[in-house]
């Protein structure tokens, strides 16, 4: 990871004065696990798109927004950025997280290395895993009863990552 962090830190700012890394990939492939170990190894942020609500209804796309204008840019235009993080056991918004101007931010979700932000990504990781594995791991976190909404959020983001061909744009492809 540390030579991975060696990289990002080598390249020049794409977001701003911000080096922006989007770690994207299907649910419960271990984006959130690699993001907090590459924010670890850049000493930097991470911001999740469990940060934010994300709608069932509204699949991979309907969340972005909020990242976009309350983060990204500001940051584009070299100003801090903040959000309020959403907290989903009490379903209200949460405290206050502010984002600031850093050498490095990694944002960590499904969708976040689209194509409408590209131009502001320094570095963009995929990560995968095989379909029963990804649905074992969420069924695990968040309960069996969830299986039939987890099914249509899968197939939502196949259709979402083929029209917006995510994984093919990326610099790195990790497999869990």
């Given at each position: 990871?540390?030579?991975?962090?060696?990289?990002?830190?080598?390249?020049?700012?794409?977001?701003?004065?911000?080096?922006?890394?989007?770690?994207?990939?299907?649910?419960?492939?271990?984006?959130?696990?690699?993001?907090?170990r590459?924010?670890?190894?850049?000493?930097?942020?991470?911001?999740?798109?469990?940060?934010?609500?994300?709608?069932?209804?509204?699949?991979?796309?309907g969340?972005?927004?909020?990242?976009?204008?309350?983060?990204?840019?500001?940051?584009?235009?070299?100003?801090?950025?903040?959000?309020?993080?959403?907290?989903?056991?009490?379903?209200?918004?949460?405290?206050?997280?502010?984002?600031?101007?850093?050498?490095?931010?990694?944002?960590?979700?499904?969708?976040?290395?689209r194509?409408?932000?590209?131009?502001?990504?320094?570095?963009?990781?995929?990560?995968?895993?095989?379909?029963?594995?990804?649905?074992?791991?969420?069924?695990?976190?968040?309960?069996?009863?969830?299986?039939?909404?987890?099914?249509?959020?899968f197939?939502?983001?196949?259709?979402?990552?083929?029209?917006?061909?995510?994984?093919?744009?990326?610099?790195?492809?990790?497999?869990?």
């Open positions: 990871m540390n030579d991975l962090a060696c990289r990002i830190r080598a390249l020049p700012p794409s977001c701003g004065p911000v080096r922006l890394v989007a770690v994207d990939g299907p649910a419960g492939s271990g984006k959130t696990t690699f993001a907090g590459l924010g670890a190894a850049l000493g930097c942020q991470v911001i999740h798109s469990d940060d934010f609500p994300v709608p069932w209804e509204e699949g991979p796309g969340w972005f927004h909020l990242l976009e204008t309350q983060v990204l840019r500001p940051l584009e235009r070299g100003l801090p950025g903040g959000f309020r993080r959403y907290d989903w056991v009490r379903g209200a918004y949460g405290g206050h997280v502010t984002v600031p101007v850093a050498p490095a931010l990694v944002i960590e979700g499904v969708g976040t290395a194509t409408s932000v590209a131009g502001l990504l320094a570095y963009t990781v995929w990560v995968e895993a095989p379909e029963p594995v990804r649905l074992g791991r969420v069924l695990e976190r968040d309960g069996a009863e969830l299986e039939p909404r987890w099914r249509e959020w197939a939502a983001e196949r259709a979402w990552f083929a029209a917006d061909r995510t994984r093919e744009r990326a610099d790195l492809v990790v497999t869990t």
